[in-house]
């Protein structure tokens, strides 16, 4: 019954911006950590930003500085803020959420989203 609805994709050019939007419909529990994938073309999906429910986060290299991840746990909404694009970006994204036990997250990514496609040009 938990549906994950992703939205604020485009294409725009490198060095711009764009603000990703992930809403959460059903129940979900409220111990839970949140992430954002993307997937190239060919290639698996991977994570590249992660958040707990106490606020901590995670980022791969590839994106650290330039991405921020932020949730509102009380309407249910992930955001990722994405600034200075690069081609590299260009990819389809997903956000997908997991329990967390021991006060830690299991990354037991359960759930996805259908994606939002971002495509950023030279």
């Known amino acids: 019954q938990v549906q994950l609805v992703e939205s604020g994709g485009g294409s725009v050019q490198a060095g711009e911006s764009l603000r990703l939007s992930c809403t959460i419909s059903?129940?979900?529990?409220?111990?839970?950590?949140m992430a954002w994938f993307r997937q190239f073309p060919g290639k698996t999906r991977a994570s590249i930003a992660e958040?707990?429910?106490?606020?901590?986060?995670r980022y791969i290299n590839d994106v650290k500085g330039r991405f921020t991840i932020s949730r509102d746990n009380a309407k249910d909404i992930l955001y990722l803020q994405m600034n200075d694009l690069k081609p590299d970006d260009t990819a389809m994204y997903y956000c997908?959420?997991?329990?967390?036990?021991?006060?830690?997250?299991?990354?037991?990514?359960?759930?996805w989203g259908q994606g939002t496609q971002v495509t950023i040009s030279s």
């Open positions: 997908t959420y997991a329990p967390e036990r021991g006060g830690r997250c299991t990354q037991e990514w359960g759930y």
């Open positions: 059903g129940y979900m529990s409220s111990n839970n950590c």
């Open positions: 958040v707990d429910s106490d606020g901590t986060t």
